[in-house]
């Protein structure tokens, strides 16, 4: 039993294999070199995300800091608004200060020497 000898059509069957097979090798290829762009890409751009996420986050309790800060100041100057005078007691004072009017107050010492002006203007009769 003799091998049959190659036939023309056989050998082209293998080469036209080969050349698939290579074909096959060189797309799959690319398509790896793609995926670890894309697999490195989205590392890159997930780490910048979770440091600007970490940001964020000092940024979000520094804010929150501070407004705890501002909110305790307001609530003390609240509070101390409250103990000043409010407008009908500033009014009552005015009004009191109005009827009294001190400016026009004299000392012991003015109306002492107004009294002996007047005597020595007037003298006794």
């Known amino acids: 039993m003799t091998k049959p000898p190659p036939t023309q059509t056989q050998d082209f069957d293998q080469a036209k294999m080969y050349l698939w097979v290579k074909s096959l090798e060189g797309k799959a290829n690319n398509l790896v070199r793609e995926i670890n762009l894309l697999k490195n890409d989205f590392i890159n751009k997930n780490n910048k995300l979770n440091k600007e996420i970490k940001?964020?986050?000092?940024?979000?309790t520094?804010?929150?800091?501070?407004?705890?800060?501002?909110?305790?100041?307001?609530?003390?100057?609240i509070k101390e608004l409250k103990k000043t005078a409010g407008a009908e007691e500033v009014a009552v004072l005015k009004k009191y200060m109005e009827f009294w009017n001190p400016t026009t107050f004299v000392t012991q010492k003015d109306l002492e020497k107004a009294l002996q002006q007047k005597e020595i203007n007037n003298p006794k009769k």
């Open 55 to 60: 940001t964020l986050n000092t940024d979000l």
């Open 62 to 77: 520094t804010t929150r800091r501070t407004l705890d800060q501002t909110e305790q100041k307001m609530n003390l100057i």
